[in-house]
């Protein structure tokens, strides 16, 4: 984002939700009751099969459109490739794993762009609409709210420790089901309970993207360390050294924001982790907290948001 900061906004009133939230995605009004969301993800492959590669980056690409509370209209596919390197194949089954998540969110793809390039890359431009009425925002927290979690953390340490051959992929099932799930079903929960603010947690692990919430909305947000969802595999690959490259400047960017607390060095390091199609965290209105986790399998009360501190974030 700092490259950002020099080059001047363009302001116009049907730009809904812009850069300067950090927000998942872009939404531009169409009319009163149409708005588009737009969103464009992609990165390296972090798994060996081409198929469930495909599969993590669409969902993750399409997580984006999901935390604004929209639905997934279409997408077009965007490609790395060392031609010469890997076999065509390799390519197409990465594309079917794609294909096959996108209809699974009831979205088309319409095309895509590929280049040649040293290591595999993909992911997904998504365009998708919401009711601008009712759509999902990092903004619109307010003190009071109930922080709930989605799906587990510890995703950054599991593919590191497979990269590096620490575990082996068949330890790594749950993690990478996870991965694959789409977040429709939590996105369609938050606006069924009326809630208005929610991101997805990824790249910038836990806090990184908590740190978005407080700052839109003008809050400081509060978690309950021991009550986040780790998935099993995290811990294990964490001892044996498999810490992701990004923690280390999430980390260096959250160090004054945050109010560490009782927080364990693996508890610092799972809320610290970058995230790979990670879930939803949604602030929900406390009387509609348990019609929430009554909708959505695994999710997890993890905290609230409190009036403005003197931490963005506390550990408690």
């Known amino acids: 984002m700092k490259a950002l900061a020099p080059l001047p906004a363009r302001s116009d009133p049907r730009v809904l939700v812009g850069r300067e939230t950090f927000d998942d995605a872009g939404v531009f009004r169409l009319s009163d009751d149409l708005a588009l969301v ?12 081409p198929y469930e590669f495909g599969q993590i980056a669409a969902a993750n690409a399409l997580s984006d459109v999901y935390a604004m509370g929209g639905e997934p209209l279409t997408a077009l596919s965007i ?4 031609t010469g390197k890997l076999p065509i194949s390799v390519l197409t089954e990465i594309l079917r794993g794609g294909q096959d998540k996108v209809h699974e969110s009831g979205a088309i793809i319409l095309g895509g762009h590929s280049v040649i390039d ?7 431009a998504v365009t998708g609409r919401v009711d601008p009425r009712r759509m999902l925002t990092n903004a619109a927290g307010e003190p009071g709210d109930v922080l709930i979690l989605t799906k587990p953390l510890g995703t950054g340490f599991v593919t590191t420790a497979l990269k590096r051959d620490l575990i082996t992929r068949d330890v790594a099932g749950s993690t ?6 789409l977040n429709a079903a939590a996105s369609r929960a938050a606006l069924d309970v009326a809630s208005r603010c929610a991101t997805d947690v990824t790249g910038f692990g836990l806090l990184g993207h908590a ?14 360390v021991a009550t986040l969802p780790v998935y099993e595999q995290a811990y294990a690959a964490w001892t044996a ?16 924001l945050v109010d560490w607390g009782p927080a364990t060095p693996f508890q610092r390091a799972v809320v610290t982790d970058p995230q790979t199609s ?16 009554s909708r959505v399998s695994g999710s997890v009360n993890v ?5 403005l501190g003197s931490h963005l974030v506390t550990l408690e």
């Not at 990478?176 to 799930?181: A, E, K």
């Not at 050294?241 to 004054?256: F, K, M, Q, V």
């Not at 879930?279 to 348990?290: C, E, I, K, M, N």
């Not at 905290?303 to 009036?307: D, K, P």
């Open 79 to 82: 490609v790395g490739f060392p």
């Open 176 to 181: 990478f089901d996870g991965m694959r799930l």
């Open 303 to 307: 905290g609230e948001l409190v009036a």
């Open 278 to 293: 990670g879930g939803l965290l949604v602030a929900v209105r406390p009387d509609r907290a348990s019609d929430y986790l």
């Open 118 to 124: 040293e290591e595999v890359k993909f992911g997904l």
């Open 211 to 224: 740190s978005h919430i407080a700052r839109a909305s003008n809050v400081s947000v509060r978690f309950r």
């Open 241 to 256: 050294g498999a810490s992701p490259g990004g923690a280390d400047r999430n980390l260096e960017y959250l160090a004054e």
């Open 38 to 49: 737009q969103t464009l993800d992609f990165f390296a492959a972090i798994v060996d099969d």
